[in-house]
């Protein structure tokens, strides 16, 4: 049984996105670049480019594309954000597990995180504090860097498929990976040889299909 934070339904995906001001294409166009970049790792490369590529594509998309809506960028202790003033969130990106996207599965972030996220998921689990000398000393590090809750765009990718969710993170589990989620809104990623259809109750206009150039 999906649970009640988590959004899959596209009619609730569309307006969990619109109240983040957040365009689906623009996540599926990520996820996308970091599928056509991952796919040109040739076998002389280091055995982790594939996945670095996948990740590095899809935070310059999503950044340079809300950025050109308003959003501003920053890098604290080299986390990627994308930063929305106005709605006072952040957005970054992770390789998630084998259960992103999937509504009834709980999925974790593939990689282990540093302070400063672990700081943030503190961050987002307690916004509001009457006393800062209760802060503990993730949420005191966080205060003084970040001030806006801050999501996580998970992305899951095969050779076969693509799997995504943009979600706000709640809790650390083992190996310091992200593994609980306050909300999550998942989001259906084609493959980027499939026709994309374009939905004309879709706010933000239609779907298109990257076009990246081989860096070989």
Same mark, same amino acid.
């Given at each position: ?60 998309? +999503?950044?340079?594309?809300? $950025?050109?809506?308003?959003?501003? #960028? &920053?890098? /604290?202790?080299?986390?990627? =954000? @994308? ?51 209760? +802060?503990?000393?993730?949420? $005191?590090?966080?205060?003084?860097? #970040? &001030?806006? /809750?801050?999501?996580?765009? =998970? @992305? ?61």
């Amino acid at each position: 049984m999906q649970q009640d934070f988590v959004y899959s339904e596209h009619d609730d995906v569309e307006d969990q996105l619109s109240q983040l001001s957040i365009p689906r294409a623009a996540l599926i166009r990520a996820a996308q670049a970091g599928f056509v970049q991952r796919s040109f790792s040739l076998p002389s490369d280091p055995v982790t480019a594939a996945g670095t590529d996948a990740w590095r594509y899809a935070v310059r998309s +999503l950044r340079t594309e809300l $950025q050109y809506l308003g959003w501003r #960028l &920053d890098n /604290p202790q080299n986390l990627p =954000l @994308v930063i929305s003033d106005e709605l006072k969130i952040n957005v970054t990106v992770s390789s998630g597990d084998e259960a992103t996207g999937i509504p009834f599965r709980m999925p974790r972030t593939k990689n282990p995180k540093g302070s400063l996220l672990e700081a943030a998921v503190a961050r987002n689990v307690r916004q509001l504090h009457l006393f800062p000398g209760m +802060l503990t000393d993730a949420e $005191q590090k966080f205060d003084k860097t #970040l &001030d806006y /809750p801050t999501w996580v765009f =998970l @992305v899951f990718i095969t050779d076969e498929e693509i799997r995504a969710e943009l979600s706000l993170p709640s809790s650390f589990g083992e190996n310091d990976r992200l593994d609980g989620w306050a909300k999550r809104i998942i989001i259906d990623i084609p493959l980027p040889d499939e026709e994309l259809s374009t939905d004309s109750d879709d706010d933000f206009g239609p779907q298109i299909t990257p076009v990246v150039t081989s860096k070989i």
